[in-house]
RNA sequence: GUGGCUGUAGCUCAGUGGUAGAGCCCCAGGUUGUGGACCUGGUCGUCGCGCGUUCGAAUCGCGUCAGCCACC
C-alpha cells in the first residue's frame, strides 16, 4: 500500500492524497459507504459505480457468522468477486461489535444474556443469528480478513462506551494495544507478499491525554493507516472534534488518517479540516431507510427532510434543487417519495439511499476540489469554524 | 314477520360489575466503525341510543335503532 499526500491547505490542515490498494487508486479525502453484510443496503454494486463510489466498507463480524469468511474465500477467492465490486473494500475487525452489541463492563458481572465477553486472549461472541459462540482474537480477525481479501483489514480494538471513566477509558485503550501489538506481530510474520494493508486504531475516549497516548502507540506501530476510534458513540460534536485534535497531533503526516463512524457533513467537513483522509458511517443508508433525505451544500447550509412527513404530500419539487442523484436528476418528487415511503415501497427507500449517497460523494468530490486549489477555507471554512 | 349474531378510537378488534385498551392509521421526535426499511413518545372515545337494576354498568335487564345471517 502506498499513501501519496499532494498537497494541503494552507490556512486549515485538509488535505489531498492518494491511496493505492490492491484493488484500485482511491483519492481522498473519502468517503466510504458501509456495506456489513456484503451489500450497501439497498444499493448493488452498479449503482455504487455509478455514483462514483472508490471504496466500500463490509464488516468481519457479520460476514464470519455467514456466509462465514471460508466459504467466501473457497467460493469465490474474495468478497470482491462475491458481490461484484472490484474497487477497493476495508473491512472493519468486530471492534465495534464489542461495544455495539452492548458490552459493558458491568454487565459481565450480571446474569443477564452475554453477547459478548472479554479476556486478554481475545472476545467470545455469541451470534444473534443462532447463538453459536465464536472467538475473536488479534489474530484470528487478521485471518478472517485474509480470507475476505479485503484492501484494507483492520485491527482488533475495544471500542470504549460512553460515558466510560477515566480508569475505564485506561484500560480498556491499554487492552486496544496490547491486542494491536499482537496483531501487527502476527500479520508481519505472515503477509508475505500480500497487498493487503493493516491499519491500527486509536482509542482514548474523551480524555485528551489518553487519546495523544493512545495515538502515540499505534503510531509507533508498523500500520499502514491509523485509524481514531471510538468516537460518534453518543458523547456529542465538540467531544468529538476534541477526540481528533488530541490524537492528530501525534499521527504521522505520511499514513493516512480515517476517522471511524463519523458522517454527519458538518463532522466531516471539520475532520477533514483537522486533516482526516478517511470515513465511513451508516447515516447515508440508514436515514435513506427511514425516509431522511440529506439536501443542501456549504453555501446553503446542510439540512435533512424527513420525507414522510405530511408537509411533502404536495411538494413537486425534486428532493434537493440542482442534484445530479439517479432520484433528482430523473424528476422523482418528493410528494411521490412521500406517497413510496407512506406505501412502504422498496422504491422510496431506494431513491432516498441513492440521494444521500450521491449527497455525501458529491461533498468530498467538491471538497477534493477545493483543497486542490488551495480554496478549501474559502468554501468550507464557515462550516468547519476556520478563522482565515 | 319470527329467530339469531354483531354494534367500543379513523380502521380491525380485545375487554362478563370497580377509573376505557391493543395493533394499525394519524402526529411529533430520534438515528454517526449497521443485531436498526428501525426506535421513543403523543392525539383521538357521549363503549349505537333510551330507560332501569346497582354504591358503581362497555359489562346485567327491558325497550329501541342499524347491519348481517337463517327461516317464513
Redesign the pocket.
Known amino acids: 500500500m502506498k499513501f501519496e499526500l499532494h498537497n494541503t491547505d494552507t490556512i486549515s490542515k485538509a488535505r489531498r492524497g492518494t491511496l493505492h490498494l490492491a484493488h484500485g487508486i482511491v483519492q481522498t479525502p473519502v468517503f466510504m459507504?458501509?456495506?456489513?453484510?456484503g451489500s450497501?443496503?439497498?444499493v448493488s454494486s452498479q449503482e455504487l459505480y455509478d455514483l462514483g463510489a472508490e471504496i466500500i466498507?463490509g464488516?468481519t463480524?457479520?460476514l464470519n457468522l455467514r456466509p462465514t469468511s471460508e466459504y467466501i474465500k473457497e467460493m469465490f477467492k474474495s468478497i470482491h468477486n462475491f458481490m461484484r465490486w472490484e474497487k477497493p473494500i476495508l473491512t472493519?475487525?468486530g471492534?465495534?461489535?464489542v461495544?455495539?452489541?452492548?458490552l459493558r463492563a458491568e454487565a459481565q458481572e450480571s446474569d443477564g444474556?452475554r453477547?459478548v465477553k472479554i479476556s486478554e486472549e481475545g472476545v467470545e461472541f455469541?451470534s444473534?443469528?443462532d447463538g453459536s459462540t465464536h472467538h475473536f482474537s488479534p489474530e484470528r480477525v487478521i485471518d478472517i480478513q485474509r480470507n475476505l481479501g479485503s484492501d484494507i483489514m483492520?485491527?482488533?480494538?475495544?471500542?470504549?462506551e460512553f460515558p466510560a471513566t477515566y480508569e475505564r477509558t485506561k484500560a480498556t485503550m491499554e487492552q486496544t494495544h496490547r491486542w494491536e501489538k499482537r496483531g501487527i506481530d502476527y500479520w508481519q510474520k505472515v503477509k508475505g507478499e500480500s497487498e493487503q494493508a493493516l491499519f491500527g486504531?486509536v482509542?482514548g475516549g474523551t480524555y485528551d491525554d489518553l487519546r495523544a497516548e493512545s495515538a502515540k502507540f499505534i503510531s509507533n506501530l508498523d500500520f499502514d493507516g491509523i485509524?481514531i476510534?471510538?468516537?460518534?458513540?453518543?458523547e456529542?460534536?465538540s467531544a468529538?472534534q476534541r477526540a481528533v485534535s488530541a490524537a492528530i497531533p501525534h499521527i504521522p503526516e505520511n499514513k493516512p488518517r480515517y476517522l471511524?463512524?463519523?458522517?454527519?457533513p458538518e463532522?466531516?467537513i471539520r475532520a477533514v479540516a483537522q486533516g482526516i483522509d478517511m470515513f465511513?458511517?451508516?447515516?447515508?443508508?440508514?436515514?435513506g431507510?427511514?425516509?431522511?433525505a440529506w439536501v443542501g451544500d456549504e453555501i446553503r447550509g446542510f439540512t435533512?427532510l424527513?420525507l414522510?412527513?405530511?408537509?411533502y404530500?404536495n411538494d413537486i419539487k425534486v428532493l434537493d434543487e440542482g442534484c445530479t442523484c439517479p432520484a433528482c436528476s430523473f424528476g422523482y418528487s418528493r410528494a411521490y417519495i412521500h406517497h413510496l415511503l407512506?406505501e412502504?415501497e422498496?422504491l422510496g427507500?431506494r431513491l432516498v439511499t441513492l440521494h444521500n449517497l450521491h449527497h455525501v460523494l458529491q461533498l468530498f468530490t467538491r471538497m477534493r476540489q477545493s483543497i486542490e486549489s488551495n480554496k478549501f477555507t474559502e468554501s468550507f471554512g464557515k462550516i468547519a469554524k476556520l478563522t482565515a
Request: proline share 5%; hydrophobic share 40%.
Open positions: 459507504p458501509v456495506g456489513t453484510v450497501v443496503k439497498a466498507l464488516n463480524y457479520h472493519d475487525s471492534g465495534f461489535q461495544f455495539s452489541l452492548g444474556p453477547l455469541k444473534y443469528i483492520m485491527s482488533l480494538d475495544v471500542c470504549t486504531i482509542q485509524a476510534g471510538g468516537v460518534s458513540v453518543g456529542g460534536k468529538m471511524m463512524g463519523v458522517g454527519e463532522d466531516m465511513d458511517c451508516v447515516l447515508p443508508t440508514r436515514l431507510r427511514h425516509g431522511v435533512s424527513q414522510i412527513r405530511p408537509i404530500r407512506k412502504k422498496i427507500v
